[in-house]
């Protein structure tokens, strides 16, 4: 019986003969505003591009999953209710908290005087939604008007908020305060006297602009005429040479975070993310996958929690699968110079019995490795992958990872990849990393395996993009569409991997003025208790002359920079224009001890802690003037990464 792949692959060979292929997806055919949709990021790429690698892997696939009857049940994408969806969203981003009258809504007020213009939309759009649905449920909530949360921040600053104005068009302005911390860091949350369409562009078409929100140059280059930018085929040296213009206050990349930080950045980029798709009419919906029974153990077809919970075990600290690890390493001891690497399968029935053969051994240390050849290893590899209970790129988002090929520019393409790797959950955006570090590896040697970025794109789409229960009703229609958008999305994901874990400047400082404005709130607190116990004076005269001496100790220019591992612990640094952050870790790296372990400089970095950040690690290129004026109450620890 002809399988559906094998049809699709038939049909692939007719279109080519015709020099054409016959794409219908509903989403992709028109523009918000009725325009033909642009399709610099797909059909014209597919149109340079040879499908045979996609949909031979794609066939390969069905045939492995079709041999295996008894594997678990496949994962179901539920459809939300109405305002479900945006109920979740709302709790996704920590804002549920908005309906209930407590101390966290007030938190929820400061997060919302941070938001740019079009992030401030894209939760009051939510919003409607939600308290619509209440209204018509009759739930016993107490329901805010979306005017008038916005309204309350700026009332909590304040500002005379009487609702007269549009709350969309309400943007938070640093110049507009009366500051006390006149002296104090200044934040750029991206609003419109920040940047005009033209200035934007030229900066270049290549330069990814971190420091103004996403979804506010989107909005400033929406109506404009340089809109449509960095197109081009799908050939591998046409892609962009996208590139970070240099931060001096350092750039921020994922890992360099505290944990309560990270959540933070997690917030905002699911609002930033959905502003983005608002403004440039691209639906945004998290999927929900229905509960599914999994296995508690094993290799293939656990969840990746389930994995590293029985993994860390064994290797505390690992961040990824053991199995997972050992089969690209396994894959790399033998050459990556093999022609037809990862595209040419292991013989199935080996693949199979190596598959079963490791679930019993693995873990015991016996099985034989010598035994497995370099192609079944790779097989091996994406059914890790393809297998796993959960897509790589998760139910929730992977929907919208496949819509990132709907965006009008590269660029874009590029800013909204970025913060779906964010969303990502901490597991799973390592075992990606891995995986997209070791394809690089492969390209590298593509003069002699012949795989280039383009096979390696469309050979792990599939794996990747591909799982039962999604789209399965319309598989013909769904699968071949899906081949052009998602081969290009892989290339974008592996060509600027670098940039993708990147935290966007702009949301750093969203977090950072998140923090302020919570120390603000709590030195209120503290202040009104002072004041109802009647010691409010004397305990700010006995502070004030507390700082005094404190404020003596280092000089203006100076800061102290604390190195409790190494043999020097403590250093005074005079700062300068140009001293970085690197030169600091150098000096104390020179201060030789027998007492103290030796470290690498590799190993050791120095760390801003407090002030408006939580803990944050810096790169050696940090300017260190440029971000004492930003964060001048910051303690600096020199430590390694894992302690």
């Known amino acids: 019986?002809?399988?559906?792949?094998?049809?699709?692959?038939?049909?692939?060979?007719?279109?080519?003969?015709?020099?054409?292929?016959?794409?219908?997806?509903?989403?992709?055919?028109?523009?918000?505003?009725?325009?033909?949709?642009?399709?610099?990021?797909?059909?014209?790429?597919?149109?340079?591009?040879?499908?045979?690698?996609?949909?031979?892997?794609?066939?390969?696939?069905?045939?492995?999953?079709?041999?295996?009857?008894?594997?678990?049940?496949?994962?179901?994408?539920?459809?939300?209710?109405?305002?479900?969806?945006?109920?979740?969203?709302?709790?996704?981003?920590?804002?549920?908290?908005?309906?209930?009258?407590?101390?966290?809504?007030?938190?929820?007020?400061?997060?919302?005087?941070?938001?740019?213009?079009?992030?401030?939309?894209?939760?009051?759009?939510?919003?409607?939604?939600?308290?619509?649905?209440?209204?018509?449920?009759?739930?016993?909530?107490?329901?805010?008007?979306?005017?008038?949360?916005?309204?309350?921040?700026?009332?909590?600053?304040?500002?005379?908020?009487?609702?007269?104005?549009?709350?969309?068009?309400?943007?938070?302005?640093?110049?507009?305060?009366?500051?006390?911390?006149a002296k104090g860091p200044k934040f750029s949350l991206g609003t419109d006297e920040q940047m005009s369409p033209l200035e934007d562009s030229r900066l270049s078409e290549t330069a990814i602009n971190l420091e103004i929100s996403f979804s506010e140059q989107a909005a400033n280059l929406k109506d404009s005429s340089v809109g449509k930018m960095c197109k081009g085929g799908g050939d591998d040296t046409l892609l962009p040479n996208f590139r970070l213009p240099k931060d001096k206050t350092g750039t921020t990349k994922i890992g360099d975070l505290a944990p309560q930080d990270m959540k933070k950045v997690y917030s905002l980029a699911l609002i930033e993310l959905t502003a983005l798709y608002d403004i440039l009419g691209t639906e945004f919906k998290q999927q929900k996958a229905a509960k599914i029974k999994t296995k508690d153990s094993g290799l293939f077809g656990v969840p990746l929690s389930v994995l590293l919970e029985q993994d860390q075990k064994k290797v505390p600290g690992t961040k990824t699968p053991l199995i997972f690890q050992k089969l690209i390493s396994q894959i790399e001891e033998s050459t990556l110079e093999t022609e037809g690497l990862l595209r040419i399968p292991g013989v199935a029935a080996r693949v199979k019995s190596l598959c079963q053969e490791l679930e019993a051994k693995f873990y015991e240390g016996t099985f034989n490795w010598e035994n497995v050849k370099q192609h079944d290893a790779a097989s091996l590899l994406k059914l890790f992958i393809r297998e796993l209970p959960q897509p790589l790129l998760t139910v929730e988002y992977l929907k919208a990872f496949q819509d990132v090929q709907n965006l009008p520019t590269k660029k874009q393409q590029l800013q909204a990849l970025n913060l779906l790797v964010l969303l990502l959950p901490e597991a799973n955006r390592d075992t990606l990393k891995v995986l997209l570090e070791f394809l690089q590896r492969v390209i590298e040697h593509r003069d002699k395996n012949k795989m280039t970025l383009k096979n390696v794109a469309m050979v792990m789409a599939p794996n990747l993009f591909t799982f039962r229960g999604f789209g399965s009703k319309t598989i013909e229609q769904s699968e071949f569409v899906m081949a052009a958008g998602t081969a290009n999305v892989m290339r974008f994901m592996i060509q600027y991997q670098k940039l993708l874990w990147t935290i966007p400047k702009f949301i750093v400082d969203q977090v950072r003025k998140q923090n302020t404005e919570s120390q603000k709130k709590e030195k209120k607190d503290k202040a009104m208790k002072k004041l109802l116990k009647k010691m409010a004076y004397d305990r700010e005269k006995h502070e004030k002359q507390d700082k005094t001496p404190n404020d003596?100790?280092?000089?203006?220019?100076?800061?102290?920079?604390?190195?409790?591992?190494?043999?020097?612990?403590?250093?005074?640094?005079?700062?300068?224009?140009?001293?970085?952050?690197?030169?600091?870790?150098?000096?104390?790296?020179?201060?030789?001890?027998?007492?103290?372990?030796?470290?690498?400089?590799?190993?050791?970095?120095?760390?801003?802690?407090?002030?408006?950040?939580?803990?944050?690690?810096?790169?050696?290129?940090?300017?260190?003037?440029?971000?004492?004026?930003?964060?001048?109450?910051?303690?600096?620890?020199?430590?390694?990464?894992?302690?």
């Open 1 to 181: 019986m002809v399988t559906v792949v094998t049809k699709l692959v038939h049909y692939l060979h007719l279109s080519r003969r015709s020099g054409q292929y016959t794409m219908n997806h509903e989403d992709s055919k028109k523009t918000p505003d009725g325009a033909p949709f642009d399709r610099s990021g797909s059909q014209d790429s597919l149109d340079e591009l040879s499908m045979d690698d996609y949909w031979k892997e794609l066939e390969n696939i069905h045939e492995t999953r079709g041999n295996n009857h008894e594997e678990q049940e496949a994962l179901v994408v539920k459809e939300p209710d109405e305002g479900e969806l945006e109920e979740e969203w709302l709790k996704e981003a920590g804002l549920s908290n908005l309906f209930e009258s407590t101390d966290d809504s007030l938190e929820s007020m400061v997060f919302l005087s941070t938001l740019t213009r079009t992030q401030k939309a894209a939760v009051e759009k939510r919003v409607e939604t939600v308290t619509q649905t209440m209204r018509k449920k009759n739930k016993q909530y107490q329901i805010p008007d979306v005017r008038d949360i916005f309204r309350l921040q700026c009332d909590s600053k304040g500002k005379v908020g009487d609702g007269s104005e549009p709350s969309t068009v309400r943007t938070y302005e640093n110049k507009n305060e009366t500051q006390d911390e």
């Open 552 to 643: 003596a100790d280092v000089p203006q220019g100076v800061i102290r920079v604390q190195a409790p591992h190494l043999s020097k612990v403590s250093m005074a640094i005079q700062l300068t224009e140009e001293l970085k952050a690197g030169d600091i870790v150098a000096r104390f790296l020179s201060q030789k001890s027998g007492n103290v372990q030796t470290l690498k400089k590799e190993e050791v970095f120095l760390y801003e802690i407090g002030g408006n950040i939580g803990e944050r690690c810096l790169d050696d290129d940090t300017y260190m003037n440029d971000l004492y004026q930003l964060n001048p109450n910051a303690e600096w620890v020199i430590k390694s990464k894992n302690s």
